[in-house]
C-alpha cells in the first residue's frame, strides 16, 4: 500500500503529502465524498506515511505491518455504534488521545460516519480538537459533509474526495480485482463513479435496472410522459428501501445516457420532448443534478431540485409518490 494506489483521488494525496512534509497537516482533517471511492484507505495510508519507520513506502517495518493488519496500538477505528457515535465511545478516545504514544510516532484517529456525532458526542469532544496534542490526528469520514455539526465542520481541514470516472472503476476491477473486461464494464456503468458500489452489486440490481430501461422504452413507444414523470420513473424505488448518492449518481447516469440518445436520435423520446429546447433542458438539469451530486449535498436536495424544476405542471403528486416512500442512508 501507499498514496499512489489510491485511485482518482490526486488533489487529495498531493495536499496531504505537501502537509505532511511541511509538518501543516491540521489536527482535525474531514475526508468527505461519496462512499466507495477511497477515504478509508487514505486514512490508513497516512496513518502509516505518519508512523512508518523507514521511508520506503512498500514498507514492511514492524508499525506499516501492525497498521495493515489494523492492529496498531496507536492507530484507532471509530464507528457508529447503531445509529450515533456516543459519548462513551468518545470518553476513552479523548484520555487515550492525551497520551504520548504508544510505538508510534503519532496517534490517528479515524472516525467513520461523523455525520453521525451528535451534539451530546461533540460537546465533549470539541476542545480536543481545537487543541489536541500535537502527536494526534484526527480523521473524520463522512459521505454526508451537510450532516457533520457545523462546529466539528469549521475547526477541521476539509478533504474532497471525487467520484471516480467510470473508466477508472473498469480498469481498478480489471487490474486489481482480477474481473473479467465485460464483467469489469457492466460493473462500471452501474457503480456511480464508487469502486466499492461496483464490488458490491448483486444481480437484482442489474434486473433492475435492465427492468427499467425496458420499461421505459416501452412506455416512451406509447407516447404520453411529462419530463417529471420520466425523472420520477428514473428516480423510482425497486425493492430497495434506502437510496445514496451512488445509487442517485447511477440512476441520473442512466437517465443522461437516454436523454442524450434521444437528442441523437437513436432513441424515441415522448412527445413533450419532441423540442430540443426541453430535451436540451433537461439534459441541463441533469447536469446540474450530478454536480449537486459532486458537491455531495443530501440526496434528498438533489431529487428536489430535480423534481421542482422539471416540469411546468405542478409536481407534488409525483413528489408524494417518489420521495415519500424512501428513507435516506
Ligand atoms: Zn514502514
Known amino acids: 500500500m501507499a498514496f499512489e494506489d489510491i485511485a482518482g483521488q490526486d488533489p487529495v494525496v498531493k495536499r496531504l503529502r505537501v502537509a505532511t512534509e511541511k509538518d501543516h497537516l491540521p489536527s482535525g482533517l474531514i475526508f468527505y465524498g461519496i462512499d466507495g471511492v477511497g477515504k478509508k484507505k487514505t486514512a490508513y495510508e497516512l496513518a502509516r506515511s505518519l508512523n512508518c519507520l523507514g521511508a520506503d513506502p512498500s514498507c514492511s517495518c514492524d508499525s506499516c505491518v501492525k497498521i495493515a493488519h489494523e492492529s496498531h496500538p496507536d492507530v484507532l477505528f471509530i464507528e457508529p455504534d447503531g445509529q450515533y457515535i456516543k459519548v462513551d465511545q468518545v470518553e476513552p478516545l479523548i484520555e487515550h488521545a492525551m497520551l504520548r504514544p504508544f510505538e508510534g510516532k503519532k496517534r490517528i484517529y479515524i472516525i467513520d ?17 481545537e487543541e ?62 464508487s469502486l466499492g458500489r461496483s464490488l458490491s452489486l448483486e444481480e437484482q ?12 422504452d416501452r412506455s416512451l413507444l406509447m407516447g404520453e410522459m411529462t419530463p417529471g414523470e420520466l425523472v420520477a420513473m428514473i428516480l423510482k424505488e425497486g425493492t430497495k428501501t434506502k ?39 433537461l439534459y441541463i438539469r441533469l447536469l446540474q443534478a450530478r454536480a449537486l451530486i459532486s458537491g455531495n449535498v443530501a440526496p434528498e436536495m438533489v431529487l428536489e431540485e430535480l423534481l421542482i424544476h422539471s416540469d411546468k405542471e405542478p409536481l407534488g403528486k409525483w413528489t408524494e409518490t417518489f420521495i415519500r416512500p424512501l428513507s435516506w442512508a
Open 113 to 129: 460516519r461523523a455525520e453521525c456525532i451528535r451534539e451530546e458526542t461533540a460537546s465533549r469532544f470539541l476542545k480536543t480538537l
Open 132 to 193: 489536541p496534542p500535537l502527536f494526534a490526528h484526527f480523521i473524520l469520514l463522512t459521505a454526508g459533509l451537510p450532516s457533520v455539526l457545523p462546529t466539528i465542520r469549521s475547526r477541521c481541514g476539509l478533504f474532497h474526495f471525487s467520484e471516480l470516472t467510470p473508466l477508472m472503476v473498469e480498469k481498478l476491477l480489471v487490474d486489481r480485482f482480477d474481473f473479467g473486461s465485460d464483467e469489469a464494464r457492466r460493473r462500471a456503468a452501474l457503480s456511480g463513479g
Open 205 to 216: 440490481d442489474f434486473a433492475y435496472y435492465a427492468e427499467t430501461s425496458a420499461w421505459l
Open 243 to 281: 437510496i445514496d448518492l451512488p445509487d442517485l449518481q447511477s440512476r441520473i447516469d442512466l437517465m443522461m445516457e437516454m436523454v442524450h440518445d434521444g437528442m441523437m436520435g437513436t432513441r424515441k423520446l415522448p412527445g413533450h420532448f419532441s423540442g430540443i429546447t426541453e430535451t436540451f433542458d
